[in-house]
């Protein structure tokens, strides 16, 4: 019995959601400890408490809103009304130096960098490395794209275009790429049937790799499918290490080429898109799940990176004034950081819903 493609969905989305954020704030965690700072609770999830467990000094819990997790630690409110014993001064967070609370925030965005050169290491140690085919055969169709309104599959070979024979992704890319948006006839070999279908490319503008000029391109939303190329256990680590990093840059230059106007941000997607793309990688395969993880996590560790308060990257750029003038920040400008902060990651979660709503009604 088929499992059905929404509870697949549900449960990769599930399943990556909770072992990034588990990943993030193990970082926060095990740091503090370290350190000798007293964590007073590790959850996954906002909100009120579904379960918790106490062996300890610190209480592990499930809350009820799965959108992120927290560590609490000793002495970590801002505004000081949370009561610090003095025999316990010396394990709060807001008694260490910057250089240490700076080391426990940090560590959060690098665990999951740490984490994603980890899961590319196994993958390319026991499946080999991805190469892209250049065979024109589907590997991937996005969400609420031409193709998958089309009814184009994962898996579909391209045989025509228009009458015109296919025998290349190039092919296949630039015949697409040159259609001005006219809707194309496509005839595939789908599981040894021949398949009939018409798309219509829609417009996209693809920022170069600088950034700096746009080219407008129209696109029906697939990706090629890959073979996956025997590397060594050492070759995998190099190769891990590489596409952690250019990963993590590619990420960072989209969103500074969001920020320029160069890419628009309509493209930003939220957890609907999130558990979209989980579901299809989970049913591509373990390796092409695992391989998302890491991206994701990779994402994950870039954003918490922003110099947005709230953030990782806030409370850092506040650390950094901080040591700049020598002397801990008010209170109440902590206080105001903080809301602002908030209210940015709010408008944000909003916008990125509307995005993902407006695809699935587009769709």
């Keep these: 019995m088929a499992i059905p493609e929404s509870v697949t969905t549900t449960l990769a989305f599930v399943v990556a959601l909770g072992v990034l954020v588990f990943v993030h704030e193990l970082g926060h965690f095990l740091t503090a400890k370290r350190l000798g700072v007293k964590v007073l609770r590790f959850s996954i999830g906002f909100g009120p408490i579904a379960w918790r467990r106490q062996p300890g000094e610190t209480e592990y819990a499930l809350s009820v809103i799965p959108l992120g997790g927290y560590v609490k630690m000793l002495g970590e409110d801002a505004d000081g009304d949370e009561a610090v014993p003095e025999a316990e001064r010396h394990r709060a967070f807001s008694a260490q130096g910057p250089m240490r609370r700076a080391a426990i925030i940090f560590a959060g965005p690098a665990t999951n960098f740490v984490f994603a050169f980890v899961v590319y290491a196994f993958v390319f140690g026991l499946a080999g490395a991805p190469i892209p085919s250049n065979e024109p055969r589907i590997g991937g169709v996005s969400a ?75 696109l029906i939303g697939i990706e090629p499918s890959r073979d996956w190329e025997p590397v060594g256990p050492l070759q995998g680590i190099v190769l891990a290490a590489g596409q952690t990093g250019g990963t993590a840059i590619a990420v960072l230059r989209g969103l500074v080429q969001m920020v320029t106007g160069h890419v628009s941000v309509k493209e930003l997607g939220g957890p609907i898109a999130i558990a979209q793309a989980a579901g299809r990688q989970a049913r591509n395969g373990v390796w092409s799940y695992l391989m998302m993880l890491a991206l994701l996590s990779i994402n994950l560790g870039v954003l918490n990176l922003m110099p947005v308060p709230a953030l990782d990257g806030g409370h850092l750029a506040l650390i950094s ?37 407006h695809r699935l009604v587009q769709g």
Excluded: C
């Design 144 to 218: 609420t794209t031409p193709a998958e309104r089309a009814g184009l599959r994962t898996g579909d070979l391209v045989q025509s275009i228009d009458g015109k024979a296919i025998d290349s992704w190039e092919g296949l890319s630039k015949t697409v790429r040159a259609s001005e948006g006219r809707t194309l006839h496509l005839v595939l070999e789908r599981d040894g049937r021949r398949v009939e279908v018409d798309v219509t490319p829609e417009p996209h503008d693809l920022p170069s790799v600088d950034g700096s000029e746009v080219e407008h391109a129209y």
């Design 321 to 357: 004034v901080e040591g700049a003038i020598g002397r801990p920040l008010k209170p109440r400008a902590l206080e105001l950081a903080q809301q602002v902060g908030v209210l940015l990651l709010v408008s944000l979660m909003v916008f990125v819903f509307y995005n993902d709503i």
